[in-house]
């Protein structure tokens, strides 16, 4: 069964510009969710994704957007980036969150 | 709001022995689960272990064991005869029952095993 997979890996960006990041999910699974990890803020949710419908969002800039194609597939995009974006963006996907979430590598994202 | 803390920024083990990761959190929520999560140095999080809130019965998975404490609202993780591949960042989080859909992590434990 193959895991979550994020793209791409490592990403090296300029200020102002707009990133899109790619996360299928393991097969089955309807629900997507994305985290932010950096040393100074730890991981943060960004938002979740259940059947095409973001079910909740977090507490992040609206540069930040996300969506879910049918095939539960999901895309986050920064828009205006900035140095503080520099994270890694970990993607997760469940049957049920309330048991276990099955996370990707992540996509490491520099901004220069 | 929910909050979850992890006060041991760093531990180290010796193998073979035993190691407690200390986690406490605060909620309002009556219902909720609680997790433990590794992440190794390849940054994929892999579950070690899940409790609800609602189970007396302490969750066990192998060699790892919890205890939790809900008046206290606290949550440790047990780590026993500690192994070489047990190194890693451990993140305890919460997600409570009412349908939030988003984990709330801890800022995690970097432990360090021995030889």
């Known amino acids: 069964k193959a895991g979550v997979t994020q793209t791409p890996r490592y990403l090296i960006k300029t200020r102002g510009q707009q990133v899109t990041l790619s996360c299928s999910p393991i097969?089955?699974?309807?629900?997507v969710s994305w985290y932010q990890q950096t040393p100074g803020q730890g991981l943060q949710f960004l938002f979740e994704y259940f059947s095409e419908t973001q079910r909740n969002k977090g507490n992040f800039p609206g540069r930040f957007s996300g969506r879910q194609f049918s095939n539960s597939r999901s895309e986050m995009n920064v828009s205006t980036l900035e140095l503080g974006d520099s994270a890694l963006y970990l993607c997760?996907?469940?049957?049920?969150?309330?048991?276990?979430?099955?996370f990707g590598q992540g996509t490491r994202l520099t901004v220069v | 709001a929910q909050t979850v803390t992890q006060s041991q920024p760093e531990m180290s083990v010796q193998e073979a022995e035993t190691v407690t990761l200390s986690c406490t959190y605060d909620?309002?929520?009556?219902?909720?689960?609680l997790f433990w999560y590794k992440q190794p140095p390849s940054r994929q999080m892999i579950l070690v272990i899940r409790?609800?809130?609602?189970?007396?019965q302490n969750a066990t998975e192998n060699r790892f064991s919890v205890n939790f404490q809900k008046a206290a609202k606290s949550f440790s993780l047990k780590i026993s005869d500690s192994q070489l591949g047990d190194t890693a960042m451990y993140f305890c989080a919460f997600m409570a029952f009412s349908g939030t859909y988003k984990y709330i992590f801890g800022t995690g434990t970097r432990l360090k095993v021995l030889a």
């Open positions: 997760a996907s469940s049957m049920d969150l309330a048991f276990q979430a099955f």
């Open positions: 097969s089955g699974h309807r629900s």
């Open positions: 909620t309002s929520e009556s219902n909720y689960y």
């Open positions: 409790q609800e809130a609602y189970k007396q």
